[in-house]
Every structure is written in structure tokens, then in C-alpha cells.
């Protein structure tokens, strides 16, 4: 239990000196990447990083005094989503931009070792593009992305994966805000996708290709959602999630015992080789 001495691993919840207190056992830094945009008519507009923000908050206090959650970026690339209302969406430059602000802040405070967790697909082209560049030019000594979904034990997604294709506010994401926000779950409004079934096979010809193509949502699905959200329970997200954590605490022991730049010269200035320019 959190206490006055002891405040939480949540950078947004913590005092200068709290932090300043604690600054040298911190080993990661979770910055929660999300969205705000439409989730059906089942679920918030704050989705993907409202989940994301809970995910890194729930696992820094798992893991602490390890980890450190950062504040959620709640705006992605949502283009795709934009002609429901409520939506927004940054210009791919504004997101790395804003990525790499928040984090040289963190640097200037001597924090060194990055983790992007994502809770929108939108976001994982882009995130994928920050790192690489970041952890060539930045002066960091680790910066990764990954998807806390993709974090999620394979068994608790087929105790209740359905007939429809997922991947947006579905039964998963309905799983996970049940058991982290289950405001914004609306329970009257729990859908099945309305898929339009021509131009998912569409999609699914140029996936096929391996073509990557604007893919705007409400073309694929006129309520907004994918997948089956009525089979979404508490329990399920509870296994979703608290899978997922371990698993990420598995990633950084892992990076721990074996990432050159973690385990680098106690000045942290252990540098990757720099590829020749020009």
C-alpha cells in the first residue's frame, strides 16, 4: 500500500523531492502512447491511452521502485478514425516531436532508459520510426516500443476471442477497460461489428500483397467497432492484463541481465557504434 513515504511510481503523482528521492532506483521509464478517438459505441474516446496510462501505472507499482510511469500522450495517428465524431489526430512529424521533447525532459532530469507502451495500432508504424532514430541520435543508453496488447498470455485472448475480426474496441479492449476503467465501458451499447464485408475482403487482398494503404475505418465498420464486445468480461481482462505485466517484467529482467547499454560504464556513456555519413 502507497504512503506518504512512499508515494506512488507515477511521475504525474510524485513531488520534485519524491521523485528527486527515488531518481537513482529507477531503471525504466513507461511513456504510455495512445489516442483519443472513436471506440464504437461501447466505449469511451479515450480508450487507447486512458488503458495505457493504467497499464504503466498498475505495472510500475508492481514492479517498484523499477519502473516510473510517465504521463500518457493521449493523441496518436488516427486519420483512419476521423470522420467519426470526437476524433483527433496528430501530423506524424508532431508525434515524433512531441515523443522526443518528453523524453530529452527526462534525460535533462538524468533518467536514461526508455520503454514506448502503446495502446493504439495507429501509433505502431511511427513508434517503430521514433526508436530507431532515437536511440541513434538522443543521448540515452535504452529506448524500445511495444504494444501492451501484444503482451497479452495467449490463452486469456481465446477464452473469449469470437467469430469477428479484432483489433478495435472488441472484446479485448472491452476486457481491459473493465478491469482498469470500467467507465468507459457504456454496457447498454455493447456491439458486434457491422462489418462491411466487401471491403474487408478488400483489405484483407492487399494485407495478402503486402501493401500498406490508407485504411479508414468507418469504411470497414459502420458502428466503429471490430470483433464481438459482448463477450468482454472483468475476468478476462484481468487475465489480459496481469499477463501482460508479467510478461513485461520478464522484458526488463531480461534487458537487465543482457542489453549492452543497460549493464554500460556507471556514467551510462556506453555508445552503439554511429553508422558513417555521407
Known amino acids: 500500500m502507497t504512503t506518504a513515504s512512499q508515494p506512488p511510481m507515477v511521475l504525474a503523482q510524485q513531488s520534485w523531492t519524491e521523485l528527486a528521492s527515488v531518481l537513482d532506483d529507477i531503471e525504466l521509464v513507461l511513456i504510455p502512447i495512445g489516442s483519443t478517438e472513436q471506440h464504437g459505441p461501447n466505449l469511451g474516446l479515450g480508450q ?3 488503458i495505457a496510462q493504467a497499464f504503466c501505472e498498475l505495472a510500475a507499482e508492481r514492479l517498484r521502485p523499477r519502473l516510473l510511469a510517465a504521463p500518457a500522450i493521449p493523441w496518436g495517428i488516427s486519420d483512419h478514425h476521423m470522420n467519426f465524431p470526437g476524433s483527433m489526430t496528430l501530423r506524424p512529424e508532431t508525434f515524433l516531436d512531441l515523443l522526443e521533447d518528453v523524453i530529452n525532459s527526462l534525460v535533462h532530469h538524468g533518467l536514461r532508459r526508455f520503454l514506448l507502451v502503446n495502446g493504439h495500432g495507429g501509433n505502431k508504424a511511427l513508434a ?23 503482451l497479452d498470455p495467449e490463452e486469456a485472448q481465446a477464452s473469449i476471442r469470437g467469430d469477428l475480426p479484432t483489433g478495435h474496441a472488441d472484446e479485448f479492449e472491452t476486457s481491459y477497460s473493465y478491469y482498469l476503467d470500467p467507465t468507459l465501458v457504456r ?21 495478402d500483397f503486402d501493401l500498406e494503404w490508407p485504411n479508414p475505418e468507418g469504411a470497414l465498420t459502420r458502428n466503429g467497432a471490430l470483433g464481438d464486445a459482448i463477450r468482454g468480461t472483468r475476468e478476462a481482462g484481468e487475465a489480459l492484463i496481469e499477463g501482460g505485466i508479467a510478461e513485461l517484467g520478464d522484458m526488463v529482467e531480461f534487458l537487465r541481465e543482457h542489453a549492452p547499454r543497460w549493464n554500460g560504464p556507471p556514467n551510462g556513456r556506453l555508445r552503439w557504434e554511429r553508422p558513417a555519413r555521407g
Open 48 to 50: 487507447d491511452h486512458l
Open 128 to 150: 517503430g520510426a521514433a526508436i530507431q532514430d532515437f536511440g541513434m541520435r538522443l543521448d540515452v543508453d535504452f529506448v524500445g516500443a511495444v504494444s501492451h496488447g501484444m
Open 187 to 207: 454496457e447498454d451499447a455493447l456491439v458486434r461489428a457491422e462489418m462491411d464485408e466487401r471491403f474487408y475482403a478488400f483489405r484483407m487482398k492487399l494485407a
